[in-house]
């Protein structure tokens, strides 16, 4: 019995097949040994340009060697480890100085809590929450397995929803407003945090989503405000 040779087209469709198989068993974690998103990036691809830094502030200035690279972290996955850290963490708190000018702002003007709201979350998108950042923190908490995530990302978790929590409290709190039976400020940090990112992901393919208003606001404020008018309540009821 002879069996048919595969085609090229059969084979490099196998080959795909089962490279995307390999990618998401390790993202799920479900393979054996640990993946890393960012493996391709080598200590000496950060060494080769900070090297060309230091060449372009100060031509004179001495080179930095692998040894004092691999003296902090003596192998590649350590390496790798600490700059996903650092993604993630960099990540954590986006704008959260713009924000907080924001809020002082609105409250110092007597503004309602909508207009509040619309100031601190979703306003200027194309600026504020198109950062490389944050592509990449969506990009490493997408591939990276959920095990490490859980406790690598901690830090950058707390601080996040310490700070946002305590942006939105007060402005709950200026509205005479509070959180629905059921329901936590963990809850609506979180729901607007998935908004945004998901309006930040599509504009990458469709510009024009985020762009168009409605009342006043753009599309994502108006997201976002249901979000919080859906998640609370009036606290005088």
């Not at 972290?73 to 704008?95: N, R, V």
């Not at 002082?104 to 979703?122: N, T």
Request: one cysteine or more; charged letters at 25%.
């Amino acid at each position: 019995m002879t069996r048919k040779r595969r085609t090229r087209e059969e084979t490099r469709e196998l080959l795909l097949d089962a490279a995307v198989r390999v990618v998401l068993a390790r993202s799920n974690g479900d393979l054996d040994g640990a993946t890393n998103p960012l493996a391709g990036v080598r200590i000496t691809d950060a060494l080769e340009e900070v090297n060309r830094l230091l060449h372009d502030r100060d031509p004179s200035a001495p080179q930095m060697t692998t040894g004092a690279a691999y003296n902090i972290w003596p192998s590649q996955e350590e390496f790798q480890q600490a700059l996903l850290d650092k993604i993630l963490l960099d990540a954590a708190t986006p704008e959260i100085d713009r924000v907080k000018a924001e809020l002082e702002s609105g409250l110092s003007k007597g503004l309602g809590w909508r207009e509040l709201v619309a100031r601190c979350f979703g306003v200027d998108f194309t600026v504020s929450y198109e950062e490389p950042s944050m592509f990449l923190m969506l990009g490493m908490t997408a591939l990276a397995p959920p095990q490490r995530l859980s406790t690598m990302n901690k830090e950058g978790n707390e601080r996040y929803l310490a700070e946002t929590g305590a942006i939105l409290q007060r402005i709950l709190e200026h509205g005479r407003r509070r959180m629905a039976t059921g329901l936590s400020i963990e809850d609506l940090v979180w729901a607007i945090e998935a908004v945004e990112s998901g309006y930040m992901l599509r504009r990458r393919s469709h510009v024009d989503v985020t762009e168009r208003t409605v009342n006043g606001y753009t599309v994502v404020q108006s997201a976002i405000l249901a979000v919080v008018e859906d998640f609370t309540v009036d606290a005088d009821a």
